[in-house]
């Protein structure tokens, strides 16, 4: 597998959330709007980088017998210090996350590449493992925060949570188009709100995981068929060798009495 | 034995430098945490009397025995009192709520605020979104409660709290 390869694995083929279902707790949980989706996701590449990258250099003199406890203590290091970080230097994010950003130590994902990827390859690669993963997750979290946050407000938001300049701004809001209509028009007091709840995480999850299912039976139809018609084309291909065969062996034996009256 | 000797020490060592790490961290970050915590805490003393954020206040918290951790007078610009903030954490099967009180000086509950809980999220934004606002402005010795939220042991505590601080409020301040 080269780099690239192994980098762009977790966006698509490979996806944690939408391929494998893992880190299903923060996907439901903390992707009410696009910004703490966004957060959850850059504080997951973080600790997930980090820890197969220190997995990695610390392989050789981890024994085997005591290697999982070894790793979530290196993941729980990494959360800790993220934790304290986002405290200090992004308190609406550390609000609005919740219980949910010490819970990112038992995120399987993270554990999961520790185990299996970075314990057995090289740091360079664990790194680029961990970075793919962890921006494949935050992309799975993303969709996943936009299409909620959208449905329930008819917009999305930015700069509520992240320290990332003085005031909130609206990147897309319907309002920006029905207002040269109808100005006190307020697409928010029509928002669908079950989608910032609980339940509305499961339903817009269920709605990507089904188009995710759609497009690969899909792909998985075109392969069969495919398939089939190479079988078929072989069979074919096998009947006509079969009768050309035949006939050749009607025409020997055909020619076969002609060539012993000739030699009489 | 010498390997379970080795293994002992292996993991004596990441946890010695997990340690180190995040004594680090916490070192740096301390103090910023600190100053955050103080900032919220302030930003809910003004939401709790209506205030704007860029209101100067002054106050003097006290800490108290008994059930309410704190009480906190606060002090407008002139220096006169605007009122005082009850603090207290009550236990329930779900975990802890801590809940702040305020209540004016005319012996009318200003607001009530949830400052940090452990319980249910959802129930709790519920009960901040649609239940906490309705004590603001009862009378401290006859408000009422819902009865049918009262259900929930999110709502449970706040209400304990709330009369907590009523009874305190009472007994110390009122006349």
Redesign the interface.
Known sequence: MTKKDNFLKGFFKENPIFVFLLGMCPALAVTTTFETSLGMGLLVVFVLTSSNIVVSL?KK???H??RT??YI??I??FV??VK??T???A?ELYDAL??FLPLIVVNCLILGRAEAFASKNNVVDSAIDGLGMGLGFTLGLITIGILREFLATGGIMFGVYLPIGDHPITLVSLDMIINLFNANFHITDYGIKVFS??PGAFIALGMILAVFQFKKARKDRKIAIAKMEMIAEKKRLAAEKKKAAAIKAAQEKQAAPKLAKAGE | ML?KL??AL??VV??A??GI??YS??EL?AD??AQ?KID?EVSYYKDLFNLSADTNITYDAIEIDGYLDQEVTIYDNSGDVLGYIYKATDKNNYGEVTVLVGIAVDGTISNAVISST?NT??FVQTIKDKYIDNFSNQAVDSFTIDSKTGATYTYTSVVTIIEAASDYYLENRGE
């Open positions: 610390v003199w981890i024994p017998d005591v406890p070894a203590v290196i729980a290091t800790t210090v304290m970080l405290e200090a230097y308190i919740g219980v709840l609980p | 390997d080795k293994i292996v993991l990441v946890g430098l997990s790490i995040i961290v916490n970050t910023t945490i955050n919220k452990t999220p959802t």
